[in-house]
């Protein structure tokens, strides 16, 4: 009958202290960015603490890249909260080892701005070019003067009569005549 006694009054012990008092959709503590991709980092992750924002901010700061918990069950046993949830925040993405950009730094291991004309070098004072750009039209002239992005051109013919003798264009917009 002692057994019998003590069994239940363990049973009921046990049983009361645990309340699940719910679950929740979404809980964080940090400001979100829509514009990331969040991902799943963590599935069925256990949390305990005094309340369930110390619960949550315990999460986030124990999880690498956490923004915030998805799916929470809340739990109460005594004065302590425990919640069971979904981690999800930022993935850094894996760095790309097969990709080489060794080409576009120089010898002093700076970082050089690739171009996308590899035709630039062959621009020179005095050579004959042609372009179509959106304020001057299409025309041809002479580059007078050359700088590291814009060419000063004396103009030979151009599609706008009122064109100015000369024009200084970006040196990608320029195609050499031969």
């Given at each position: ?30 400001a ?32 690498p890249?956490a ?17 069971t ?94």
């Amino acid at each position: 009958m002692k057994n019998l006694l003590g069994i239940a009054l363990c049973a009921s012990l046990l049983s009361s202290c645990t309340k699940d008092l719910g679950t929740i959709n979404y809980a964080t503590t940090r400001a979100l960015d829509e514009f990331n991709n969040y991902e799943v980092i963590h599935t069925g992750a256990s949390f305990t603490a005094e309340s369930v924002d110390n619960c949550v901010n315990l999460a986030l700061k124990s999880t690498p890249n956490a923004a915030f918990l998805k799916n929470l069950n809340i739990q109460s046993k005594g004065k302590k909260v425990t919640i069971t949830a979904d981690v999800w925040g930022i993935v850094k993405s894996q760095k790309n080892k097969d990709l080489k950009l060794d080409r576009f730094k120089d010898k002093k291991e700076k970082a050089v701005k690739p171009t996308l004309l590899s035709g630039s070098l062959d621009f020179k004072e005095g050579s004959k070019v042609e372009w179509n750009h959106p304020k001057f039209g299409r025309g041809q002239g002479t580059i007078i003067k050359l700088g590291k992005e814009i060419a000063q051109i004396k103009v030979a013919r151009s599609s706008d009569p009122e064109a100015p003798k000369e024009i200084k264009l970006p040196i990608k917009s320029l195609k050499l005549i031969k």
